[in-house]
C-alpha cells in the first residue's frame, strides 16, 4: 500500500526552467511534510520542510505548496541549474515514522 | 561532528551467510532508523528504536532480519542467512527526539550497498 504516491518518477529541464514534483497522500495522521535530495551514492538530505497549517513555503529557489483539502503537496525548484539534478523524495510524517515517496529523478539540461 | 556513520559501503556476501551491517549516530541523537532502498519498493522504514528500545519493527520483512542497540550510539542491522532478494542500499538515519516528539531532523548516513550472490 502506497501511502504517498509521487509522481512524475523522472523529469528532464533545461537550466533556468521550473521543475514540479507533485505527491498526494491519504492518511491524515500526517502532520509534517519533508523533501528530501538525493545524490548518487549519497543518503538523502532534508532540503525543505512543511506543515499541514501552512499553505505555502519558500527557501531560495525552492517552494512548497500544500492543499490539505485535496491532500496534496509539491515541490518548485525554480531557475533550475544543472546542480539540482538528483532523486527527490516527498514524505510524510505521523510520530516518528517518515514514510516515502517513490522518487522523481530529476535532470536539468544546460 | 562526523555525521552518522555506516560501515561496510560495500558489501558482496553469498546466499546464506550472515551479514552485519553498523551504524554510529550522531552524538546527542537518541533515535535511530533503519530504511533499505530498492528500485522497486523505494526507501521503506524497516525499525526504529528511541533512546535503544525498538519503537515500531513492522517494517522488518522477515525473522531473518534482526536489529539491535548495544548502546545508545551504535546500532546493528543482521541478516541471517541472508538471500539475493535482501540485495538493496541500507541506510541508518539519526534524530533528536523528546517525549515522542522529534526536535531534529533524521540524518542520514551514506548507506551500505548489499549484494548477495
Known amino acids: 500500500q502506497q501511502q504517498v504516491k509521487q509522481s512524475p518518477q523522472s523529469l528532464i529541464v533545461q537550466k533556468g526552467g521550473i521543475s514540479i514534483i507533485n505527491c498526494a497522500y491519504e492518511?491524515?495522521?500526517?502532520?509534517?511534510f519533508p523533501w528530501y535530495q538525493q545524490f548518487p551514492g549519497k543518503g538523502p538530505a532534508l532540503l525543505i520542510a512543511i506543515r499541514p497549517d501552512v499553505s505555502e513555503k519558500k527557501e531560495g529557489r525552492f517552494t512548497i505548496s500544500f492543499n490539505k483539502s485535496a491532500k496534496q503537496f509539491s515541490l518548485h525548484i525554480m531557475d533550475s541549474q544543472p546542480g539540482d539534478s538528483a532523486t527527490y523524495f516527498c514524505a510524510a510524517r505521523a510520530y516518528q515514522k517518515v514514510t516515502f515517496g517513490t522518487g522523481t529523478k530529476l535532470q536539468v539540461i544546460p | 561532528d562526523a555525521g552518522v556513520i555506516q560501515s561496510p559501503r560495500h558489501e558482496v556476501t553469498e546466499m546464506g551467510q550472515e551479514v552485519t551491517l553498523r551504524c554510529k549516530l550522531i552524538s546527542g541523537h537518541n533515535s535511530l532508523f533503519w530504511y533499505r532502498q530498492t528500485m522497486m519498493r523505494g526507501l521503506e522504514l524497516l525499525i526504529y528504536f528511541n533512546n535503544n528500545v525498538p519503537i515500531d519493527d513492522s517494517g522488518m520483512p522477515e525473522d531473518r532480519f534482526s536489529a539491535k542497540m548495544p548502546n545508545a550510539s551504535f546500532s546493528t542491522l543482521k541478516i541471517q542467512p541472508s538471500e539475493p532478494r535482501d540485495s538493496a542500499v541500507y541506510f541508518c538515519?539519526?534524530?533528536?527526539?523528546?517525549?515522542?516528539?522529534?526536535?531534529?531532523?533524521?540524518?542520514f548516513g551514506q548507506g551500505t550497498r548489499l549484494t548477495v550472490v
Open positions: 538515519a539519526s534524530s533528536l527526539a523528546l517525549q515522542g516528539r522529534r526536535i531534529t531532523e533524521a540524518f
Open positions: 492518511n491524515t495522521a500526517f502532520d509534517y
